[in-house]
Protein backbone atom coordinates (compact mmCIF):
# COMPACT_ATOMS: atom_id res chain seq x y z
CA UNK A 1 0.00 0.00 0.00
CA UNK A 2 1.35 3.57 -1.29
CA UNK A 3 0.72 6.33 1.17
CA UNK A 4 -1.36 9.00 0.05
CA UNK A 5 0.96 11.91 0.78
CA UNK A 6 3.24 9.98 -2.06
CA UNK A 7 0.25 9.54 -4.63
CA UNK A 8 -0.42 13.34 -3.60
CA UNK A 9 3.42 13.95 -5.03
CA UNK A 10 3.28 12.25 -8.26
CA UNK A 11 -0.02 13.82 -9.04
CA UNK A 12 1.17 17.27 -8.44
CA UNK A 13 4.08 16.23 -10.99
CA UNK A 14 1.63 14.55 -13.42
CA UNK A 15 -0.29 18.61 -13.71
CA UNK A 16 -2.55 17.63 -10.95
CA UNK A 17 -4.58 14.83 -12.78
CA UNK A 18 -5.76 12.25 -10.87
CA UNK A 19 -4.38 8.76 -10.28
CA UNK A 20 -7.22 6.56 -10.61
CA UNK A 21 -4.96 2.77 -9.83
CA UNK A 22 -1.44 2.07 -9.51
CA UNK A 23 0.52 -1.21 -9.29
CA UNK A 24 3.86 -2.16 -7.71
CA UNK A 25 5.76 -3.57 -9.80
CA UNK A 26 9.22 -4.29 -8.10
CA UNK A 27 10.44 -3.14 -4.48
CA UNK A 28 13.80 -3.48 -4.83
CA UNK A 29 17.16 -1.61 -3.41
CA UNK A 30 15.25 0.91 -1.35
CA UNK A 31 13.58 1.79 -4.28
CA UNK A 32 9.69 1.43 -5.59
CA UNK A 33 8.76 1.24 -9.35
CA UNK A 34 4.87 1.96 -9.91
CA UNK A 35 3.11 1.82 -12.57
CA UNK A 36 -0.08 4.24 -12.59
CA UNK A 37 -3.08 4.71 -14.33
CA UNK A 38 -4.51 8.80 -14.20
CA UNK A 39 -8.07 10.03 -15.15
CA UNK A 40 -7.69 10.35 -18.82
CA UNK A 41 -6.32 7.25 -18.80
CA UNK A 42 -2.84 7.67 -19.46
CA UNK A 43 -0.20 5.18 -18.31
CA UNK A 44 3.30 6.14 -16.53
CA UNK A 45 6.13 4.36 -14.67
CA UNK A 46 7.28 5.94 -11.25
CA UNK A 47 10.17 5.64 -9.40
CA UNK A 48 11.29 6.90 -5.97
CA UNK A 49 12.92 5.65 -2.75
CA UNK A 50 10.88 4.14 0.15
CA UNK A 51 14.50 4.08 1.77
CA UNK A 52 17.27 5.60 1.12
CA UNK A 53 21.01 4.45 2.00
CA UNK A 54 24.40 6.59 1.56
CA UNK A 55 24.57 9.25 -0.37
CA UNK A 56 24.30 8.13 -4.33
CA UNK A 57 21.05 8.73 -6.01
CA UNK A 58 19.93 5.98 -8.17
CA UNK A 59 16.46 8.01 -9.09
CA UNK A 60 18.45 11.31 -10.24
CA UNK A 61 21.26 9.32 -12.47
CA UNK A 62 18.63 7.28 -13.87
CA UNK A 63 16.50 10.60 -14.92
CA UNK A 64 19.98 11.99 -15.91
CA UNK A 65 20.81 8.82 -17.59
CA UNK A 66 17.38 8.70 -20.08
CA UNK A 67 18.06 12.53 -20.56
CA UNK A 68 21.06 11.57 -22.39
CA UNK A 69 19.16 8.99 -24.05
CA UNK A 70 16.22 10.90 -25.01
CA UNK A 71 18.51 13.62 -26.43
CA UNK A 72 20.16 11.28 -29.18
CA UNK A 73 17.07 10.57 -30.85
CA UNK A 74 16.67 7.05 -29.68
CA UNK A 75 13.19 6.18 -29.55
CA UNK A 76 13.20 3.08 -27.79
CA UNK A 77 13.94 4.42 -24.14
CA UNK A 78 11.11 5.74 -21.84
CA UNK A 79 10.89 9.55 -21.79
CA UNK A 80 11.04 11.63 -19.28
CA UNK A 81 7.66 13.51 -18.04
CA UNK A 82 8.82 15.06 -15.13
CA UNK A 83 11.50 14.49 -11.81
CA UNK A 84 13.45 15.77 -9.30
CA UNK A 85 15.47 14.26 -6.88
CA UNK A 86 13.15 12.03 -5.56
CA UNK A 87 10.80 10.99 -7.93
CA UNK A 88 11.41 9.36 -11.71
CA UNK A 89 8.11 9.97 -13.67
CA UNK A 90 8.34 8.47 -16.91
CA UNK A 91 5.92 7.35 -20.23
CA UNK A 92 4.93 3.51 -20.21
CA UNK A 93 6.10 1.57 -23.44
CA UNK A 94 3.55 -1.01 -23.63
CA UNK A 95 4.82 -4.86 -23.39
CA UNK A 96 3.40 -8.25 -22.28
CA UNK A 97 6.50 -10.15 -22.47
CA UNK A 98 5.53 -12.57 -25.49
CA UNK A 99 9.20 -13.27 -26.72
CA UNK A 100 10.34 -13.80 -30.01
CA UNK A 101 11.87 -17.13 -30.32
CA UNK A 102 15.33 -15.99 -32.31
CA UNK A 103 16.76 -12.69 -32.85
CA UNK A 104 14.59 -10.46 -35.14
CA UNK A 105 15.72 -7.14 -36.99
CA UNK A 106 14.12 -4.97 -34.56
CA UNK A 107 16.22 -5.76 -31.54
CA UNK A 108 19.45 -6.43 -33.55
CA UNK A 109 19.02 -2.76 -35.02
CA UNK A 110 18.44 -1.05 -31.56
CA UNK A 111 21.32 -2.64 -30.08
CA UNK A 112 23.61 -1.95 -33.47
CA UNK A 113 22.42 1.54 -33.11
CA UNK A 114 23.15 2.30 -29.68
CA UNK A 115 26.55 0.41 -30.01
CA UNK A 116 27.42 2.98 -32.94
CA UNK A 117 27.76 5.97 -30.81
CA UNK A 118 31.04 6.62 -30.32
CA UNK A 119 33.25 8.40 -27.90
CA UNK A 120 37.27 9.08 -27.35
CA UNK A 121 37.19 7.97 -23.71
CA UNK A 122 35.46 5.10 -21.71
CA UNK A 123 33.64 6.31 -19.50
CA UNK A 124 30.78 8.70 -19.20
CA UNK A 125 30.16 12.57 -17.96
CA UNK A 126 28.14 11.25 -14.66
CA UNK A 127 28.64 8.03 -12.45
CA UNK A 128 25.12 5.70 -13.06
CA UNK A 129 23.41 2.78 -11.56
CA UNK A 130 23.18 -0.92 -12.24
CA UNK A 131 20.60 -2.64 -9.41
CA UNK A 132 20.61 0.67 -7.53
CA UNK A 133 24.56 0.16 -6.92
CA UNK A 134 26.86 3.00 -8.70
CA UNK A 135 29.19 2.89 -11.36
CA UNK A 136 31.89 4.94 -11.07
CA UNK A 137 32.50 6.64 -14.65
CA UNK A 138 35.53 8.61 -14.53
CA UNK A 139 36.90 8.66 -17.88
CA UNK A 140 39.88 6.72 -19.31
CA UNK A 141 41.77 6.49 -22.38
CA UNK A 142 42.52 2.94 -21.10
CA UNK A 143 40.19 -0.07 -21.34
CA UNK A 144 41.90 -2.71 -19.79
CA UNK A 145 42.68 -0.14 -16.78
CA UNK A 146 39.06 0.99 -16.30
CA UNK A 147 37.55 -2.31 -16.75
CA UNK A 148 39.77 -3.56 -13.82
CA UNK A 149 39.04 -0.73 -11.60
CA UNK A 150 36.07 0.53 -11.81
CA UNK A 151 34.33 -2.59 -12.83
CA UNK A 152 35.76 -5.73 -11.53
CA UNK A 153 37.73 -4.66 -8.84
CA UNK A 154 34.85 -2.59 -7.65
CA UNK A 155 32.35 -5.49 -7.14
CA UNK A 156 35.19 -8.05 -5.89
CA UNK A 157 36.14 -5.54 -3.28
CA UNK A 158 32.62 -4.71 -2.18
CA UNK A 159 31.97 -8.96 -1.86
CA UNK A 160 35.18 -8.82 0.30
CA UNK A 161 34.03 -6.44 2.31
CA UNK A 162 30.85 -7.50 2.80
CA UNK A 163 30.90 -11.27 2.85
CA UNK A 164 33.61 -12.67 1.44
CA UNK A 165 33.47 -16.01 -1.09
CA UNK A 166 36.03 -19.28 -0.59
CA UNK A 167 40.00 -18.98 -1.09
CA UNK A 168 40.15 -20.89 -4.14
CA UNK A 169 37.56 -18.34 -5.78
CA UNK A 170 39.68 -15.38 -4.73
CA UNK A 171 42.39 -16.69 -5.18
CA UNK A 172 41.84 -17.05 -9.11
CA UNK A 173 40.32 -13.61 -9.54
CA UNK A 174 43.27 -12.14 -7.78
CA UNK A 175 45.32 -13.87 -10.59
CA UNK A 176 43.18 -12.57 -12.80
CA UNK A 177 43.26 -9.04 -12.01
CA UNK A 178 46.65 -9.19 -12.17
CA UNK A 179 47.04 -10.51 -15.60
CA UNK A 180 44.18 -8.76 -17.05
CA UNK A 181 46.67 -6.86 -19.06
CA UNK A 182 47.17 -9.94 -21.52
CA UNK A 183 43.29 -11.26 -21.67
CA UNK A 184 41.74 -8.84 -23.42
CA UNK A 185 41.43 -6.00 -25.69
CA UNK A 186 43.81 -2.86 -24.70
CA UNK A 187 41.67 -0.01 -27.10
CA UNK A 188 38.56 -1.18 -28.70
CA UNK A 189 36.62 2.11 -29.95
CA UNK A 190 34.58 3.28 -26.71
CA UNK A 191 30.99 2.71 -27.69
CA UNK A 192 27.64 3.80 -26.22
CA UNK A 193 26.36 0.78 -23.77
CA UNK A 194 23.12 0.45 -22.23
CA UNK A 195 24.83 -0.99 -18.66
CA UNK A 196 22.75 -3.36 -17.34
CA UNK A 197 21.23 -5.36 -20.85
CA UNK A 198 19.78 -8.00 -19.56
CA UNK A 199 16.38 -9.99 -20.71
CA UNK A 200 14.22 -8.37 -17.67
CA UNK A 201 15.37 -4.95 -19.05
CA UNK A 202 14.25 -5.67 -22.80
CA UNK A 203 10.48 -5.54 -23.34
CA UNK A 204 8.45 -7.21 -26.37
CA UNK A 205 4.92 -7.09 -27.16
CA UNK A 206 3.44 -9.97 -29.56
CA UNK A 207 7.27 -10.88 -30.32
CA UNK A 208 8.00 -7.92 -31.32
CA UNK A 209 10.45 -5.40 -29.32
CA UNK A 210 9.41 -2.72 -27.73
CA UNK A 211 11.89 -1.14 -26.13
CA UNK A 212 14.65 -0.96 -23.03
CA UNK A 213 14.28 0.50 -19.58
CA UNK A 214 16.74 0.59 -16.51
CA UNK A 215 19.37 1.76 -18.34
CA UNK A 216 23.01 2.50 -16.57
CA UNK A 217 24.91 3.88 -19.49
CA UNK A 218 28.83 4.57 -20.27
CA UNK A 219 31.24 4.20 -23.14
CA UNK A 220 32.95 0.97 -23.64
CA UNK A 221 34.14 -2.25 -25.17
CA UNK A 222 30.75 -3.21 -26.99
CA UNK A 223 31.89 -7.03 -26.41
CA UNK A 224 31.02 -6.80 -22.94
CA UNK A 225 27.02 -6.05 -23.53
CA UNK A 226 27.08 -8.70 -25.97
CA UNK A 227 28.56 -11.13 -23.49
CA UNK A 228 25.84 -10.30 -20.91
CA UNK A 229 23.15 -11.09 -23.76
CA UNK A 230 24.20 -14.40 -24.49
CA UNK A 231 24.95 -15.10 -20.56
CA UNK A 232 21.81 -17.05 -19.59
CA UNK A 233 20.63 -17.58 -23.45
CA UNK A 234 17.32 -15.98 -23.14
CA UNK A 235 15.25 -17.08 -26.30
CA UNK A 236 15.65 -14.07 -27.89
CA UNK A 237 19.58 -14.47 -28.27
CA UNK A 238 19.93 -17.16 -30.46
CA UNK A 239 23.04 -19.35 -31.71
CA UNK A 240 23.46 -17.12 -34.55
CA UNK A 241 23.33 -13.71 -32.52
CA UNK A 242 27.13 -13.31 -33.19
CA UNK A 243 26.93 -13.78 -37.01
CA UNK A 244 23.90 -11.29 -37.15
CA UNK A 245 25.67 -8.71 -34.94
CA UNK A 246 28.98 -9.14 -36.55
CA UNK A 247 27.06 -8.00 -39.90
CA UNK A 248 27.34 -4.62 -38.74
CA UNK A 249 29.81 -4.63 -35.37
CA UNK A 250 33.40 -7.04 -35.78
CA UNK A 251 33.08 -9.42 -33.20
CA UNK A 252 37.27 -9.71 -32.07
CA UNK A 253 38.38 -13.47 -33.31
CA UNK A 254 39.53 -14.14 -29.95
CA UNK A 255 36.60 -13.07 -28.30
CA UNK A 256 34.79 -16.40 -26.96
CA UNK A 257 37.86 -17.02 -25.28
CA UNK A 258 37.59 -13.80 -22.93
CA UNK A 259 33.39 -13.40 -23.21
CA UNK A 260 33.95 -15.42 -19.68
CA UNK A 261 35.66 -12.63 -18.05
CA UNK A 262 33.46 -10.10 -19.34
CA UNK A 263 30.56 -12.25 -18.25
CA UNK A 264 32.37 -12.38 -14.71
CA UNK A 265 31.56 -8.60 -13.63
CA UNK A 266 27.58 -9.47 -14.06
CA UNK A 267 27.81 -13.02 -12.01
CA UNK A 268 29.69 -10.82 -9.13
CA UNK A 269 27.05 -8.17 -9.12
CA UNK A 270 24.97 -10.89 -8.81
CA UNK A 271 26.41 -12.19 -5.79
CA UNK A 272 26.65 -9.30 -3.86
CA UNK A 273 22.92 -7.05 -5.40
CA UNK A 274 21.25 -10.77 -5.33
CA UNK A 275 21.38 -13.95 -4.39
CA UNK A 276 25.23 -15.93 -3.06
CA UNK A 277 24.24 -18.78 -5.03
CA UNK A 278 25.93 -17.01 -7.91
CA UNK A 279 29.31 -17.92 -6.57
CA UNK A 280 28.84 -21.44 -8.34
CA UNK A 281 28.40 -19.14 -11.34
CA UNK A 282 31.65 -17.22 -10.86
CA UNK A 283 32.98 -20.77 -10.18
CA UNK A 284 32.31 -22.27 -13.74
CA UNK A 285 33.43 -19.02 -15.42
CA UNK A 286 36.42 -18.50 -13.63
CA UNK A 287 37.31 -22.30 -14.70
CA UNK A 288 36.61 -21.40 -18.14
CA UNK A 289 39.37 -18.81 -17.96
CA UNK A 290 42.44 -19.58 -18.68
CA UNK A 291 45.11 -17.88 -16.61
Known sequence: ?????????????????KILEYNILSES?????????????QRYIVK???KKEG???????ESDNLLFLNSQKFNFFPKIINN????????????????????????LDAIISLHSKKSNNYGFSFDTQIGGLKQSNSKSKNWVEFYREKRLSYIFDLIN??????????????????????????KPKPSLLHGDLWEGNILFKNKKFSGFIDPGSFYGHNELEVSYLR????????????????????????????????????????????????IENVREL?????I
Open 1 to 17: MIKNNIILEIEKLLDNK
Open 29 to 41: FGINCLKVTTEDK
Open 48 to 50: YYF
Open 55 to 61: RFNAIKS
Open 84 to 107: NNKFLIMSFIDNNNYQPNKTNGDL
Open 161 to 186: KNHPMDKAINTKIEQLLKKMDNLIPN
Open 231 to 278: WFEPRFIDRKFLDKYNDHISIDKYYINYEPIYQLYYSLLNVYLWDRSY
Open 286 to 290: LDKIK
